[in-house]
């Protein structure tokens, strides 16, 4: 790697031809140019060296690029604003999202293979750098700086913080970069769990146990960087280069004055990653050579699951795509993109990085919140039709300086709207980043499309009317909207007020509001047998009653969100936002007040309490002791 810088220094400057074409695609209006899918799909076959399976992940990722989420995100001006505190965020385009996606969607038929097959070491370095680039590169380049300089190699923590601050003169403590190291060591441990082993070095230190065949190793190590490396980037060497006579030096991104911060972004993740960049930038600072730095893991696997397959450590070049591929790709995009347009669900899955969270509903207005830790990549939103399961729609977690960074979008689903909206929240000691991801359904209204109706409608008889109908319902929503508030808030003075004066209730103010204290689900189920659902009484004459929620013994917050939902969570009968912690004999609680007309006797309910870390549930079950 560290041989023929000067050689391939002398790279054809991007910025021409086909190359700026795949830069400024869009994936949702027009078809991928020709050279871009030969592109993708040679990097879907250096993954998983099989044509059939190298087709089906690149077809994966088109999916989800063509029905990822519009960002309303507001204009972002980085220059001459807070320039002390820079912005440092990756925003992908097309292209280079098109190369995110085909590493995400590898991982299924690589974990295919290594439960059933035989896998070679080869494969397990390509899939453990194609793994490491893939959680970094969705983060930052200071995240990418700790997975190549001490994972990779086995740089010092020293050692990564002087090629980070030489890139952006950004000055991060010690603890900063073995947090991090610590959270991709646990991303890297969940993925190869069963085929690398973690040792304890000197001065406590945790690392991957590595094995021979380091150096060796080299040339597939540089082959894998070089395809991974941001395709936007390609064949930017020489730009990012200093040159003075004979001497050749890494020229930081940050002194670049015309470049923007996603722009020094990307470079500096160049930088990281090409081999003849970070080789030349480990020069520069007069450290080891990356060849003699490699920290390749030692893959341990079952003797009836290895192969030696090593004598020939460069995959197999795939052959191009004929015409013929690219047309069939296009037909099967085109199938889906049908079948979406078509499809009406009554419901939809909700996953994160693959794995299955929740469902939402699609016949109402329907709202869940999922608590996120820092890593998190891709939500996918899934139904299934007659054909089978169908992707709907995608939207990608963003990052800035570090942690999550706070984004809002909008998916159309069926017939309505799917708003994703991930607010970081703050987080306690030196624990890894938290956000709330929140996820609303508003369905529209359903307006005939017959034309007859139509033309009926504008008869000015019928229009006149239908008019008038529409405005009475509106007035009648709004006022009974307003009753309810309004009951809702006289509700909850009354109680106040009562607990101010720390007075006993009038006998009509009682059968007003009465008070319950509601034990959390996970309490009740603790022990060798459960607590019994607790039930509250419902009288004829309550106005509502008072349920107080016991807060956990973890640190409180400000506000929390409280839904009331029918027991099998179908339906969200009550919302309450902005709910402040009181004290009470018990401990501090929550307290919601339900007016009892919602209620049913013998009927179970769940209240669903969020707060920005957690969501606790109390069960009830309403009787009747009249």
């Keep these: 790697m560290g041989s023929g810088n000067s050689q391939q220094l002398r790279e054809t400057p991007r910025g021409h031809g086909p190359e700026l074409a795949m830069r400024n695609w869009d994936a949702t209006k027009t078809q991928a140019p020709a050279e871009l899918l030969q592109q993708a799909y040679e990097l879907a076959y250096f993954l998983v060296p099989d044509r059939t399976n190298a087709i089906a992940i690149l077809v994966r990722a088109l999916e989800k690029l063509r029905v990822r989420s519009r ?14 505190r820079p912005v440092r965020r990756i925003a992908r385009n097309d292209a280079d999202m098109l190369q995110w996606l085909i590493m995400f969607e590898s991982e299924q038929e690589e974990r295919a293979q290594e439960r059933g097959g035989a896998v070679s070491r080869t494969s397990m370095i390509i899939r453990y750098i194609k793994h490491l680039v893939e959680i970094t590169t969705a983060l930052s380049s200071f995240y990418i700086n700790i997975g190549i300089t001490r994972l990779l190699h086995n ?36 993925r190869f769990g069963g085929f690398v082993k973690v040792a304890r070095m000197d001065h406590g230190e945790l690392r991957f146990e590595t094995g021979g065949q380091q150096k060796e190793s080299a040339e597939t190590v540089a082959d894998c960087l070089k395809i991974l490396t ?3 980037t390609r064949g930017s060497c020489a730009q990012f280069m200093n040159r003075n006579g004979g001497d050749i030096k890494v020229k930081p991104p940050y002194e670049d004055a015309k470049a923007d911060q996603n722009e020094i972004e990307l470079r500096c993740c160049h930088i990281l990653l090409d081999p003849t960049c970070y080789s030349r930038l480990m020069e520069d600072l007069a450290f080891d050579s990356p060849d003699s730095k490699l920290a390749l893991p030692r893959f341990v696997m079952p003797e009836n699951r290895q192969m030696s397959g090593d004598d020939n450590p460069r995959p197999q070049h795939p052959p191009e795509l004929s015409r013929e591929d690219i047309d069939q790709i296009q037909r099967r995009l085109a199938i889906s993109d049908e079948r979406r347009r078509n499809f009406n669900p009554r419901s939809v899955a909700i996953l994160i990085d693959g794995v299955e969270q929740t469902r939402i509903e699609l016949t109402q207005k329907s709202q869940v919140q999922i608590a996120i830790e820092a890593g998190t990549s891709l939500i996918e939103v899934r139904g299934e039709d007659e054909s089978g399961g169908l992707l709907l729609a995608t939207h990608v977690i963003s990052y800035a300086n570090n942690v999550f960074d706070y984004s809002s979008a909008t998916a159309a689903i069926s017939s309505g709207k799917l708003k994703f909206e991930v607010t970081p929240v ?12 929140d996820l609303t359904f508003q369905p529209q209204a359903h307006w005939s499309r017959s034309w007859f109706r139509w033309v009926e409608f504008r008869r000015p008889t019928i229009r006149t009317y239908a008019l008038a109908g529409v405005a009475m319902a509106l007035l009648g929503a709004a006022i009974t909207g307003a009753i309810y508030s309004h009951k809702l808030t006289v509700l909850q003075e009354r109680l106040h007020e009562a607990q101010r004066s720390q007075q006993q209730l009038q006998p009509t103010a009682a059968r007003a509001i009465i008070s319950y204290t509601l034990t959390r689900d996970d309490q009740r189920a603790r022990g060798s047998e459960t607590a019994p659902v607790p039930e509250i009484s419902w009288r004829l004459h309550s106005t509502a009653i008072s349920l107080e929620l016991p807060l956990a013994d973890a640190a409180q917050v400000a506000t929390y969100t409280a839904d009331l939902k029918t027991f099998t969570g179908d339906q969200t009968l009550m919302t309450q936002n902005l709910l402040r912690p009181v004290r009470s004999d018990g401990g501090a609680v929550v307290q919601v007040i339900v007016p009892a007309d919602l209620l049913t006797a013998d009927t179970y309910y769940t209240v669903y309490l969020h707060s920005p870390d957690r969501i606790d549930q109390f069960t009830f079950k309403v009787v009747d002791k009249r």
């Design 71 to 84: 960002r309303e995100l507001k204009r972002l001006y980085w220059r001459d604003k807070h320039s002390e």
């Design 155 to 190: 740089y010092t923590t020293s050692e990564a913080q002087s090629a980070y601050e030489r890139l952006t003169s950004r000055y991060l403590g010690p603890d900063e970069y073995r947090r991090a190291k610590s959270a991709l060591m646990d991303k890297m441990t969940a």
């Design 230 to 232: 941001p395709w936007s």
């Design 426 to 437: 703050a987080t306690l000691g030196q624990g890894p980043s938290r956000a709330i991801l």
